[in-house]
């Protein structure tokens, strides 16, 4: 249902002819673009973390379609000096990867490549060293595999019925929701891995087979086109774990990545990234330790005045249920945001 809303939404916006307000006042000097998977479709009917991947083809499509338009797309370190800068430059993009999926270097970087933009990934560094949770994957396939399924929620027994696809889709926006609200990272792994013990899914099996090894991250690092940033090192939503954990997970990923690469991390992405999981303090810390900007999932394009906001910086989520061009010419617009956003034009509360 919220898809629904949210696509006649950006429809309306286009055939209004509201996007057309392209370098106008709600456009911002650029846009920072988050992307995670980019593969081709698969043909299954239950995906609810489709949102999450794009195809090859539109990739190809919407770099077209950027260089039609006029848009630059440049680096995670040109985005910084022209926020700090002042310069306008024309408008921009910078695309980033998060998560460092194995499909970003099989599938987008021959791409990429070929059109010579420079790109980031920002890499949770348990992934590579293949002891991290991919919580969510878990709940999918665990989902996936059954009939049903018990959970104690909230201290009482919950069964859900999972015989077809629409059960399914139920039950994984339920128990998805609701650990999400849960109150603490750790309250919700335990969850997670008391599911995959009792279904028998391996919680730490989707790094092999989805996330790049650090010598695949090597080959892509040694590209000057590549920024590699870090992603904490446990995929944490900072928010929901104490405040020395915060600092530890920033400090901790960017050594690991500096060790392991040779390159020490200067951009960082808040995992998931939404005000739920990243707030000031996390702003505060990541700008304290150093880092040049840091990115969230909150919705939005940038403006001059997230100079002084540069480690709460905004994205628009390339989302694979919109694979548009034209959703994406609303989003770089600003008008859909700005109107999910109440104008304002930063947010970093
Ligand atoms: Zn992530």
């Not at 599938?107 to 890499?123: G, M």
């Not at 348990?126 to 909230?154: H, K, Q």
């Not at 060790?259 to 020490?264: C, Q």
Request: proline content about 5%.
């Amino acid at each position: 249902m919220k898809q629904q809303i949210i696509r006649a939404g950006l429809e309306t916006l286009y055939f209004t002819g509201a996007h057309r307000a392209f370098g106008g006042p709600l456009g911002g000097i650029g846009a920072i673009l988050t992307l995670h998977h980019v593969r081709p479709a698969r043909p299954a009917d239950f995906q609810p973390n489709r949102l999450l991947e794009i195809t090859p083809e539109f990739l190809e499509e919407m770099l077209a379609w950027l260089r039609r338009s006029g848009i630059a797309v440049i680096s995670l370190d040109d985005v910084h000096r022209r926020l700090i800068g002042g310069e306008s430059g024309g408008r921009f993009v910078a695309l980033t990867f998060d998560d460092g999926y194995r499909d970003n270097l099989r599938f987008a970087y021959p791409i990429l490549k070929a059109h010579q933009v420079p790109f980031a990934i920002y890499v949770p560094t348990s992934f590579p060293d293949r002891v991290g949770e991919l919580w969510w994957l878990v709940l999918e396939a665990v989902i996936a595999d059954n009939e049903s399924i018990t959970l104690d929620m909230d201290g009482r027994a919950r069964r859900f019925d999972c015989r077809d696809v629409a059960a399914k889709r139920e039950a994984f926006e339920t128990v998805y929701w609701w650990l999400r609200g849960l109150p603490t990272e750790e309250a919700l792994r335990e969850v997670v891995r008391d599911l995959a013990a009792r279904y028998a899914v391996s919680v730490t099996g989707f790094c092999d087979d989805l996330c790049m090894t650090w010598s695949e991250l090597a080959t892509l690092a040694a590209d000057p086109l590549v920024t590699i940033g870090a992603h904490t090192v446990n995929h944490v939503m900072l928010k929901k774990v104490p405040e020395t954990m915060v600092s530890a997970e920033m400090r901790m990923s960017a050594a690991a990545i500096e060790a392991a690469l040779g390159v020490r991390p200067h951009h960082f992405s808040y995992p998931v990234g939404d005000a739920s999981a990243a707030g000031p303090r996390e702003f505060g810390i990541a700008a304290r330790l150093g880092f040049l900007t840091g990115v969230t999932t909150r919705p939005g394009v940038l403006f001059p005045e997230h100079r002084d906001h540069l480690t709460a910086l905004p994205r628009i989520s390339v989302n694979g249920q919109f694979q548009r061009l034209r959703y994406l010419s609303v989003l770089l617009s600003g008008t859909a945001t700005a109107l999910w956003s109440g104008f304002r034009r930063v947010d970093a509360a």
